[in-house]
């Protein structure tokens, strides 16, 4: 058999062990455990990488634990604006999409995109009629909503009336998206990343989950690349092209690479967050620079592994 | 005195002598010359890189020979959707904007963003409240009325009904996009770009002139970049960071990074287009791998020039 990877995350930022209930803490691990599970069996069954992250996002998506799709924070209107990117790293094609709502998978629209038009970066309005014309399936508000979700909103949303969001997860620097890496036994890497945005936001802001380079990224001749983290400083450090670039022109390996961005670059202006990151050789590196890390990886010779805290993880066999 | 710098772009494309009237020629060159002009008073009277790339940009946005701002080309629903980014060197803070409607100056909206908020990328209806709450010029939509795009666009609109936008500009391959470059005495840098798009364009489509990092970028260890062209492959290939990083990480020269991106890595994926680039010492670079693109530049020694097609620019002192 081939070699593949797969890596999974679900957030990083300010996730501690004295505010997780082990029922929670199980929850979480069941959940990276079945979508890690998800993307493995297609990357077992000879599938591609697209398929395999595709996938596992499409489940995180799905589950109200993450701050993606069904289970996205309520914007300062009280609805739910989501962005997503995806790109294969064999020949390098992307999509992404930003600021819609009512798509019950905004990873399955961003590939859409890449593959059925022309076009990178889709948004708002726009990007919903594509997704019509295409047959995406559209839920409800009431889909997305969520008790806890709710209350978070409305104990935060008067006081940021005349400001920019600063939300109760941006104070808490929890930073909630999810994503997925992977290579396959075909040699391609692909790259997925999906978000419901900061609790309470405004004016359209779009962070950088969508943006290619930024919060996604995938080259078969470097590594493919889902970031999650303040998304303002991922920008301005163009983050996961960055990694790319490291790697391409000074020659520094996936790890050495994914380190220096996150611990030195990102870190020397002040941004939080991590990102999972895999290399054509079937490598993987998961750094942050927060408390914790929602993440998980399996690899084809069936060591595989998950972590939520700033501890190594138990590697199981 | 200390050294300034400046560069100007007003789009690439297929621009041929052959399609260019000796009075349309003249105009151009007589815009490009004025927004040269404002860009290098402010440079010249030790006012900032910022003042100067947000000058010149703003004029060719008031100019209805660009498509950005006044000129900006008809969308699908026969509207005006815009889009701008502004990035300062000098501690590398960033805005940007896409798929905005009634703003006078995308650029000044882009600065806005940069200077007055903890966000860097807003869309839509979110971004012009924030511009309706920092007292930003608005428009009525007549003010975007020209009768050349509108006739270009009634040529097209119904042909593309079913698709997404092969526009006339496109077949033309004429990517119409302004943008500036600058190093001012302080030895600061900072890059702009202002667009509106592609005649006829649907889906919310954006392209890479807001993206930080695609279309704009500037890093004073580095240098300041405004793009042109085929948007979707400047995105795949994160063209502007792209330069940065060859400098950076390669230790290649402003000029031979700048080529290597829009000669050997666009070309070689089939995207067209070019850029406009200035590093920390000044030198200036403008590769287009295009028939044409309107450009220009002034140095603090007198040197200075304006060039249309693809030749070498008459250098004037």
Redesign the interface.
Known sequence: MKKFSIAIHGGAGTILKSNMTSEKEAAYRSALKTALGLGQDVLKNEGTALDAVEQAVRYMEDCPLFNAGRGSVYNALGGHEMDAAFMDGNG???GAV??IRNIKNPISLARKIMEQ???????????M??ARMHGLDFVEDDYFHNEHRYQQWQRIKDSAR?Q?DHSEEQKDKKFGTVGAVALDSYGNIAAATSTGGMTNK??????DSP????GT?ANNETCAISCTGS??YF????VA??VS??ME??GLSLEAAAHEVIHDKLKK?GGGGGLIAVDALGNISMPFNTKGMYRAFALSDGQWGIGIYNDPINIMQ
């Open positions: 390098m094609n992307a930003a600021a038009s022309e076009h990178v970066f889709l948004v708002g309005d726009g990007a009629e594509f005349f920019l405004k004016f359209g802001r779009v962070g943006i290619i380079g930024v990224y998304g303002e920008m301005r450090n163009v092209y960055d670039c490291l022109y000074k202006i």
